[in-house]
């Protein structure tokens, strides 16, 4: 039998390691993997890359990551800093879940560059424009101040103007809710930036997915967006606890499960399937349903004659998904 470093990607199994490092390694490849995969947008379907080159589609260097990673980064940092609870702040502790803080933080992406590759933002999609559209339109109708000027108020003017941002982001929520919802509006952004909350709730893989459907909610509160987004995040949080050997099994368990589960769900939405994995039919990729799909199969119907060494991308039709395969190595 093929050793664990060579075996093709359908038989090979997890890598135990410590749960930090899991977290850690998953950040890193899934830019890794972005920027791999971002030339390959808008390319024929079934279109491969082997090799970091040139972003040709906006006129960049090779390895750059895209909105997704930058997004991935905003939602982590939201959730690795945010402060705003009365207790955290007697207590002088952060971290925690917020939806206006998230708003916040992509807002500051998109206007400002924070957390891009190359300082601005370069790309964004259709639906995510539109939430934060809404919510550009309610700081203006509210007289709020850009993040800049906030910065040189005293405290307590400062203080003041925070509690405005939010008290408006949160009704920016509200109306992205209400205005969002239709399945015109179930584009896959949601569930590209999703991995950190799978990592930060990983004890608790079912509270990660109640939190996943509320961070897609932010800016895709579709109901097709949201189950994909609970759903792949309740996988992450099982890998993630299988860095203990003993739970490992259960990890590799649940994506399996995953892919049974919601083969139905995806089946609504355009695909025939064979073998809980073959796409015979598929959507315009930007829809949520193609990048799901290819997360669900992917690892666990990789085909057996692809080497367990290689990173590569699979782009879908029209704008694609920049969905890769990062295999693991024993060392």
């Not at 970091?52 to 006129?59: A, E, V």
């Not at 189950?227 to 399996?256: H, N, Y």
Request: aromatic share 8%.
């Amino acid at each position: 039998m093929a050793s664990r470093t060579s075996a093709p990607l359908h038989i090979q199994h997890l890598v135990p390691a410590p749960a930090s490092i899991k977290i850690r390694l998953a950040l890193l490849a899934t830019a890794l993997c972005d920027a791999l995969g971002a030339p390959a947008e808008f390319k024929p379907r079934f279109s491969f890359i082997s090799a970091m080159k040139p972003n040709r589609n906006f006129s960049l260097g090779a390895g750059v990551w895209t909105d997704d990673t930058s997004m991935m980064l905003a939602l982590a940092r939201s959730l690795g800093t945010y402060s705003g609870s009365s207790s955290q702040q007697a207590e002088g502790t952060r971290g925690g879940f917020d939806e206006a803080d998230q708003l916040e933080a992509y807002l500051r992406w998109y206007q400002d560059g924070v957390l891009s590759a190359i300082g601005r933002c370069f790309d964004i999609g259709s639906t995510i424009r539109r939430a934060l559209g809404i919510y550009k339109d309610a700081l203006k109708a509210s007289g709020a101040l850009s993040p800049a000027e906030t910065r040189r108020l005293l405290p307590a003017a400062k203080e003041k103007e925070k509690e405005k941002r939010r008290t408006t982001a949160k009704s920016a929520l509200a109306r992205i809710a209400r205005d969002l919802c239709g399945h015109g509006f179930s584009r896959n952004g949601s569930l590209m930036r999703v991995l950190p909350v799978g990592l930060a709730y990983s004890r608790d893989p079912a509270g990660a997915a109640a939190y996943a459907r509320r961070s897609s909610a932010t800016t895709h509160p579709n109901a097709v967006c949201k189950a994909a987004c609970a759903a792949w995040t309740m996988c992450i949080a099982r890998l993630v606890r299988s860095a203990d050997a003993r739970e490992e099994a259960k990890g590799e368990e649940q994506i399996q499960l995953f892919s049974k589960k919601y083969t139905s769900l995806i089946a609504r939405w355009g695909f025939r399937f064979v073998d809980h994995g073959l796409a015979v039919s598929l959507l315009l990729s930007p829809f949520v349903s193609v990048p799901l799909h290819t997360l669900v199969t992917s690892p666990a119907n990789a085909p057996s004659s692809l080497d367990a060494s290689r990173c590569f991308t699979l782009p879908w039709r029209a704008e694609t998904s920049k969905t890769s395969l990062l295999t693991p190595r024993k060392q």
